[in-house]
């Protein structure tokens, strides 16, 4: 036991290390052949990513209100990133430049969301997204005749 506990927090540390050098946005490569341990030592858990040519994808969390470092294996290297941040400043930059995509995306994932909790069938979250995204219509038409009368 104590042997695993030691492995596990001199993983957690080496990460750590990684996690400090890094920025928002930067990326870090980690050659295998320097037998840096492995994510899963650490307590990295796997993750869904779209492939191109990674062996697996891993987050590993740190503290609370931390960005996760995410790491890509592939045969010879780690490729290391921390793009926890910089997913929420581009969603909010996007947002702001088209609020009325916005506005429909954001409904239908709510309906999809609502849908999907009422049926517990993923039916339901289709029919909840068609929902959100008929909500939207309507409030953008209001919104639109709102303006128009206001300055028209």
């Known amino acids: 036991m104590t042997t695993e506990w030691n492995t596990q927090t ?6 750590k290390s990684v996690h400090k050098r890094l920025q928002t946005g930067e990326c870090m490569t980690i ?3 320097l037998a840096f341990p492995h994510p ?11 492939p191109v040519g990674q062996i697996a994808d891993y987050a590993l969390d740190f503290e609370r209100g931390v960005a996760p470092l995410l790491v890509r294996e592939f045969t010879d290297r780690f490729d290391v990133a921390l793009m926890g941040i910089r997913l929420a400043e ?7 430049a088209n609020p009325a995509a916005a506005l429909f995306v954001g ?4 309906g999809a969301a609502i849908g999907a909790a009422v049926t517990r069938q993923s039916n339901g979250a289709l029919l909840g997204a068609g929902v959100g995204i008929l909500v939207a219509i309507l409030l953008n038409a209001h919104m639109s005749q709102a303006v128009r009368s206001e300055y028209g």
């Open 90 to 96: 581009r969603t909010l930059a996007l947002a702001e």
């Open 10 to 15: 001199r993983a957690l540390q080496a990460w």
């Open 31 to 33: 050659p295998k052949v």
């Open 40 to 50: 899963r030592e650490a307590g990295a858990r796997p993750t869904v990513t779209w």
């Open 107 to 110: 409904s239908g994932l709510v």
